[in-house]
Structures are given as C-alpha cells and as structure tokens.
C-alpha cells in the first residue's frame, strides 16, 4: 500500500535560489487560475444572459505567460502546469464536498513546490560488497533546467515514488512523497473497508471480551490524554519548559521586527527569527503524538481504542462580538477564549486520535470515536449523570453509589463503555462518500477533444449572490488576460 515519507532537505545556497523560483511561479499560476474562477463567478452573476453557462474548470495555463510574466519561461514547463493540476485537485475536493473552493496562496508560511517524474530522478547508492541498494541520490531538473544533486536524509528505507514535494518553513527545507511500501498491508482494499471488516471480526466477541481488549482515552487539558488503564500521556518537563521560552523569544522577535525599518535586511532577518521559534513547539507536539499513538497500539492487549468525537474546529472558534442598544462593543471575553484556544490546539487532540487510526488499521486493530456528551458527569459504576459529581477539575464522587475517581480516568472508563456498545450494535462505522462525475462536451469528432475541454455546470453560491455588484474581491487581479499565446 501506499505509505508517507517525509524527510530534511539539504539545498545547497546556489540551489536554493532556484528552488525559490519555482515555489513562486507555481503559486503564481495556482493564484492566477483562482482569479481567473472568481471573475467568471463574478461576471456569471452580473450578465443576466451568462446564468447557467459553464464555468471552465481545466488545466490550462498558457495564457497566463505574457510581457508581464515573462519570466514564467525560465522555469520548466512542468512545474507550470503542476500549478494548473493542483488547482484542479483543489476545486475536486471541493465537489466532494471536503473542503471550500481553492483560495489564494500567500507568500508567507510554508511553501512548496510539486514535481512530478519529469523534474527529479532517484538514483540508487548500491553496496560494492553486497551489491545492495543502500539509498538514492536525489537528481532534480532538466537538461535545460539543471539544479542537480540536492542531499536528504533517509532516516528509513524507501521505495521510489512518482512525484514529490520540496517545502520550506521556518528556514528549513523538507522532502515529502507518498511510495509503495510493500511491508505495510491492510485488510481490505481500502481504509472503509478494512473499518469495516475489523469490526466485524470484533463484534464476534462477547461484551466481557471486549472491555478485556479495549482501551479507552480522554483527552483533556491538564493531561492530554489519560486512559481507561490509567496511564497519562503528556509532554516532558523539559520539553514544555523550552516551548515557554520558544513563545517568549517568538513574542519579543516580534516587537523587534516591527520596530525595525519597514522592507529593510535587518527587519527580513528579525521576521525569519520569528518563523523560526515556532517550529519547535511544532515539531514538539507532531513528536509526541507519533510516539502516544505507537505506544497505544503496540499494546497486544488491546485490539479497540475508543475515543470521544469532539468537534475541535467549533470549539476553537472565535466569540461574537457583543454590542449594547448604542452600538458599543462588550467585553464577550475574548482574551480569555484565545487562552483556551490556544491551550486545546497545543494538546495535539486531533493528531493523537488521526495517528492511532492509521496504525491500529495496519496492525488489524480499530479506532472508533463516541459521543461526548456528558462524559464527565457519568459515573462509570452505576451511569449516573449530574453536574454535582464533579466537585472540582480533578475529583470525581458520584452522588448516588458514592464512588470516587480520578475525573479524567472516569471519563476514560464511561468513554471505554460507550464503544463497546457502539461496536456491538451493529450501526456502520464509516459514512459512503458522494462520487464526482465530470463530463466532458465532445465535438463531431473524438480527436478534437483536448484535456482543456472538461467543463462542469456549476451554481452560483447563495452566499455570493448578496454580494454588492461594485464590490471588488480582495486579491483578485483586475484584468485578468484571457488571450492565448
């Protein structure tokens, strides 16, 4: 099956430059092709006549290079037309309805470049004693277009892949591709699949076999995560103190950027230090739910962990603002929320649960997700629920048998209970998925039709069609040429 691969990168300073260019005219035609969808929307909506027509959805980007954006030719083509294919991966997931239309790209923040097999080539390092291959060699560019050798640590072996992507972020350079990795297997042809027939072989157990092999887990603040067994993951001392002083420096980089002279090197220096100090407390918390998720599911003792479905993107959402009869704004304690905010997100609760799904399933195990509701106020000997059993965060005393707990293992055991009954009832564990079919507009003849000619019918939104006809889009070119070189 296919399997991630995500290594550092070692450009060296010549090569870097050039690698810098292709990041940018990639998302320059990426952003050209959003512009060019949010005119034909717009224009849609302010020509009567127009309402109902097709909308292109293509590849093509030749129109994009002019007199003004020569120097898209001193990049290769493919990286070109690499830009036009990630956006129309992009507006695919948006018909599937798992994410919004494709936006525009910013020059901040991480940024990549895709190549696909025409731009790179693996070359293997072979043993001279056991005429084994022992790693690659990373060719990147053309014979017009040569960047050579780039250097990249392998810390595992790996199979040769079709494309890959090159990114940069706060300074440093990664290698990231997706290969055959014929030592990794499932059973079933897919990730639903393989859901499925997990359960199935679970559920022939009976409800005292499973609580022996299920593991729950609560994912909290103070602990990030404690289990039915009783066991707390969270980060090292040492590791949360260094994260205190990372956000210390990242804050005071951040006066010292704006007080400097605005486009000046000493001010591009102080903002690289500022994307710098983040990147640990990432790398942090990425580490710590690789190594929380292996250490769940290595456990031969249990074959179910069960989790609580928590909406992480609602609960980190921004407060409305609050006004009174004048129009005033109110305190609607948003400082307070960003705290919270910020405190769920360092927890790393989505991370943990996604890693352990994908390396139950390779081991034949299962992870499912219950819901929340009330967790913390049930009581897991007797399942009764009030809000006076929690006398404080951290104790937990039922108030009708009297029992006495740790809050978060006591959620941890209700959660364990809740899957169990999940899995037994038989209810499907995987939602099916909406299929996308496009239709392509053929000639009087098969061989006139090109790639460019695939057109999707398309709605305008209902939210666009409130918005006021003289108001401009933000980020969207003015003229937009449509003429093809």
């Given at each position: 099956?296919?399997?991630?691969?995500?290594?550092?990168?070692?450009?060296?300073?010549?090569?870097?430059?050039?690698?810098?260019?292709?990041?940018?005219?990639?998302?320059?035609?990426?952003?050209?092709?959003?512009?060019?969808?949010?005119?034909?929307?717009?224009?849609?909506?302010?020509?009567?006549?127009?309402?109902?027509?097709?909308?292109?959805?293509?590849?093509?980007?030749?129109?994009?290079?002019?007199?003004?954006?020569?120097?898209?030719?001193?990049?290769?083509?493919?990286?070109?037309?690499?830009?036009?294919?990630?956006?129309?991966?992009?507006?695919?997931?948006?018909?599937?309805?798992?994410?919004?239309?494709?936006?525009?790209?910013?020059?901040?923040?991480?940024?990549?470049?895709?190549?696909?097999?025409?731009?790179?080539?693996?070359?293997?390092?072979?043993?001279?004693?056991?005429?084994?291959?022992?790693?690659?060699?990373?060719?990147?560019?053309?014979?017009?277009?040569?960047?050579?050798?780039?250097?990249?640590?392998?810390?595992?072996?790996?199979?040769?892949?079709?494309?890959?992507?090159?990114?940069?972020?706060?300074?440093?350079?990664?290698?990231?591709?997706?290969?055959?990795?014929?030592?990794?297997t499932i059973p079933g042809k897919d990730g639903d699949?393989?859901?499925?027939?997990?359960?199935?072989?679970?559920?022939?157990?009976?409800?005292?076999?499973?609580?022996?092999?299920?593991?729950?887990?609560?994912?909290?603040?103070?602990?990030?995560?404690?289990?039915?067994?009783?066991?707390?993951?969270?980060?090292?001392?040492?590791?949360?103190?260094?994260?205190?002083?990372?956000?210390?420096?990242?804050?005071?980089?951040?006066?010292?950027?704006?007080?400097?002279?605005?486009?000046?090197?000493?001010?591009?220096?102080?903002?690289?230090?500022?994307?710098?100090?983040?990147?640990?407390?990432?790398?942090?918390?990425h580490e710590y739910a690789h190594q929380t998720s292996?250490?769940?599911?290595?456990?031969?003792?249990?074959?179910?962990?069960?989790?609580?479905?928590?909406?992480?993107?609602?609960?980190?959402?921004?407060?409305?603002?609050?006004?009174?009869?004048?129009?005033?704004?109110?305190?609607?304690?948003?400082?307070?929320?960003?705290?919270?905010?910020?405190?769920?997100?360092?927890?790393?609760?989505?991370?943990?649960?996604?890693?352990?799904?994908?390396?139950?399933?390779?081991?034949?195990?299962?992870?499912?997700?219950?819901?929340?509701?009330?967790?913390?106020?049930?009581?897991?000997?007797?399942?009764?629920?009030?809000?006076d059993n929690r006398p404080s965060q951290a104790a937990?005393?039922?108030?009708?048998?009297?029992?006495?707990?740790?809050?978060?293992?006591?959620?941890?055991?209700?959660?364990?209970?809740?899957?169990?009954?999940?899995?037994?009832?038989?209810?499907?564990?995987?939602?099916?998925?909406?299929?996308?079919?496009?239709?392509?507009?053929?000639?009087?003849?098969?061989?006139?039709?090109?790639?460019?000619?695939?057109?999707?019918?398309?709605?305008?939104?209902?939210?666009?069609?409130?918005?006021?006809?003289?108001?401009?889009?933000?980020?969207?070119?003015?003229?937009?040429?449509?003429?093809?070189?």
């Amino acid at each position: 099956m296919l399997n991630g691969y995500k290594f550092r990168l070692y450009p060296s300073p010549e090569q870097e430059p050039i690698l810098l260019q292709w990041i940018g005219c990639q998302r320059l035609i990426y952003n050209a092709k959003v512009q060019e969808d949010r005119y034909f929307r717009r224009f849609q909506r302010r020509m009567v006549g127009t309402v109902g027509e097709d909308i292109p959805v293509d590849q093509q980007y030749s129109r994009f290079i002019t007199a003004k954006t020569a120097f898209l030719r001193q990049v290769p083509s493919p990286v070109l037309r690499n830009g036009a294919v990630r956006w129309r991966q992009a507006y695919q997931r948006f018909f599937k309805k798992l994410s919004g239309r494709p936006k525009m790209k910013r020059k901040s923040g991480r940024q990549s470049v895709w190549l696909t097999s025409e731009l790179f080539d693996f070359r293997p390092i072979v043993d001279d004693t056991t005429g084994a291959v022992c790693g690659y060699h990373l060719h990147v560019g053309t014979d017009k277009f040569p960047v050579g050798i780039i250097p990249y640590v392998a810390h595992r072996p790996h199979a040769v892949p079709a494309s890959i992507y090159l990114a940069i972020e706060g300074g440093q350079w990664w290698l990231s591709f997706a290969a055959e990795d014929l030592t990794v297997t499932i059973p079933g042809k897919d990730g639903d699949a393989a859901t499925e027939r997990i359960a199935e072989d679970l559920r022939h157990l009976s409800a005292d076999q499973l609580a022996e092999r299920t593991l729950g887990g609560d994912r909290g603040i103070a602990k990030p995560l404690m289990t039915s067994d009783g066991h707390v993951f969270d980060l090292l001392p040492v590791q949360q103190t260094r994260i205190q002083k990372a956000r210390r420096q990242h804050r005071r980089w951040q006066r010292r950027a704006a007080r400097r002279k605005k486009g000046s090197q000493n001010q591009k220096k102080a903002y690289r230090k500022v994307a710098h100090y983040p990147q640990y407390e990432k790398n942090v918390r990425h580490e710590y739910a690789h190594q929380t998720s292996h250490a769940l599911v290595v456990h031969a003792a249990y074959d179910l962990y069960v989790f609580e479905n928590l909406p992480i993107q609602q609960m980190t959402k921004r407060p409305k603002a609050k006004k009174d009869a004048q129009g005033h704004f109110l305190p609607n304690g948003r400082a307070a929320k960003a705290g919270l905010n910020r405190a769920i997100l360092a927890s790393a609760w989505g991370q943990v649960v996604m890693f352990t799904r994908y390396k139950a399933r390779r081991r034949g195990k299962l992870v499912i997700t219950v819901p929340p509701q009330h967790s913390s106020q049930e009581c897991a000997e007797c399942t009764f629920t009030a809000p006076d059993n929690r006398p404080s965060q951290a104790a937990f005393v039922c108030q009708r048998c009297g029992h006495r707990d740790n809050a978060d293992h006591n959620a941890a055991r209700v959660i364990k209970k809740r899957g169990i009954q999940k899995l037994l009832s038989g209810e499907p564990l995987t939602t099916s998925r909406k299929t996308t079919r496009i239709f392509r507009t053929l000639g009087p003849e098969r061989s006139e039709v090109t790639p460019g000619e695939t057109h999707i019918r398309r709605a305008p939104s209902k939210t666009d069609m409130h918005r006021s006809q003289n108001q401009e889009l933000r980020g969207v070119i003015r003229e937009t040429p449509t003429s093809t070189r």
